[in-house]
Every structure is written in structure tokens, then in C-alpha cells.
């Protein structure tokens, strides 16, 4: 199998965060099991392990499989290189809107676009049609897209919204408690949050994942359609920041990861109130560095 295959690439990811739930020494199931546990062919899981042997997460001995140690930053591929292609083309679009010099009311040609992409017609315009719920471009009748702009105040409403999601997933968390699957996720990424915050200069641009895999840790614990939906716009913008002012990039990472792990930790010590207020804390920060670090289409 390809090694450049997306899908391969993002399977690969998946078993990693799978063996970083196990204990070293610990086995992992049969390929069959491994297939439906993750929703992979059997071939795909194949090609996975010997991966996973080589670079040493397990040893792969006959049936045995072996977990030797946990999984690093490192040992994934980057979110980019796991897209499909619907999901390539909205963040290429993301990009296209908030790279290049392009103002509110600009006029977006589909044409255009589909060449710069190399993308489908049909893709490219169910990409548009999504983001055109968020009023970031809008379709004027019978005629083009227009830009709306990524505004300062687009963003405040759009975090606006995040955040009373989030808030709402996190109270819920902690009143499900240890018994929860989101407890469980959030207690498992204390490990490659630590392994981040001591290694920093080499691993902060793998913050991003481990950024998205901590929020979406507490939303997909509502199992809110919404929510879900809303989600797919957060992780395009909030996630891979584009025009972010990149000269403080790694003080920024490490100040978000050192926040969510004391998160972690406070969820982990069943110290409710303490772990509200430190996520309230992170949020803040968040919205924070969304609003400085950004250059905003209507302002100079």
C-alpha cells in the first residue's frame, strides 16, 4: 500500500491513538478485530502494524503483537496529509480566502478556483455550500460567490458559539465522570501533552492535532449532530491558522498545552470546580490569541 494514500495515513493515526490507550507489554487483538475496531480493510491494518513495528511502538512477532512503547508527535502524519479530498479542498479554500489579498465583496469564480485546487466541480461547490451557512461568502442570485470577509466580528460570533459548546461539553464531562469515554480520552492525552511541553522546540508545530484531538475529546461527548456539523468550521479555522502572526507561534503552543494539561490534571483529581475554572481559564486565552494574532479583513 501507498504510503502517500490519505487514507492509509489517517488509518495509521487512528491505531496510534489506539495503542496509546494500552499499557506497555500489553497485546494488541487480532487483524480481524483490528478491522472493525477502526473501520479498516485488513490490508490497510496489515500495512499499519508493519509500520508500527518498524518504527519500534510494537513488536510483531506471528499473532503476537506487542506494545514496546507509547506513541509520539512525531510518529503521526500531519492532519493535512490524512484529508480526504472534500476535506483537502476546504482547507485549500480556507487558505485561497485568508492567504492571498482578496477583501469583502471580492468575487470568488468557481472556475477559478477548481483549477487552482484540482478539484471536481461538484466537490468544490459542496465545499462553498458548507461555508455559505456561516456567512463567510455568500451566493448571489444567479451569479457569483462574494467574500463576506473574515471579520473581527465573524469571529467573535464564531467563538462565541464554540465556547458555549464547549462549556456545556465540559460541565457535562465532569458530571459523567470517570465512567465516561470522554474522560477516558482526555485522561490518555496527558502523556503526549507532557511529551510535547518537554520537548517544545522540536514538537510545537505538532500542537495543532493534539489541540484538536483535546476539544473535540469534550464535543464529541454530547454526540450533538450540531455540534458535530459546527465542528467541521472550528477545526478548518481555529486549527491550522492560516494568517496567524507565526513569530510567537511556539510560546503560544506551549502555553495551551501546559493549559490543557492542567486541565487534565484537575479532571483527573475529580476537582471539579478547579478544573471548570482552568478551563474557562484556557478558553479565555484562546479567544485571546485568536483576536491578536490574526490579520483581520477589515482593518488596515
Known sequence: MSRDNSTYKDSLNRSLDYVAELR?????????DLTQRLGISRTTVRAVLTHLNEIGVINWSGRAKTVLRKPKASDYYAKEETLSTSERVETQFMEFILGGDLKPGAILHESEMV??????????????????????????PNRHWVLRGFTREFAIELFDVREMFELRAFQTLLDQGSDSSGFARLVDLSGPHEEIIANIDAEYL??????EQFHRALTDGLGNRFVDDFYELVSVIFHYHYRWNK???????????QQHLDVIHAVQAGDKSKAMALFQNHLNAARTTLLNSVTWDNEP
Open 24 to 32: 506497555i507489554d500489553d497485546t494488541l487483538p487480532s487483524e480481524v
Open 115 to 140: 483549477r487552482a485546487f484540482g478539484a471536481s466541480t461538484s466537490v468544490l461547490r459542496e465545499c462553498l455550500i458548507k461555508f455559505s451557512r456561516f456567512g463567510l461568502i455568500e451566493k448571489e
Open 206 to 211: 505538532s500542537f495543532p492535532r493534539l489541540d
Open 247 to 257: 513569530r510567537d507561534e511556539r510560546e503560544r503552543n506551549h502555553i495551551a498545552a
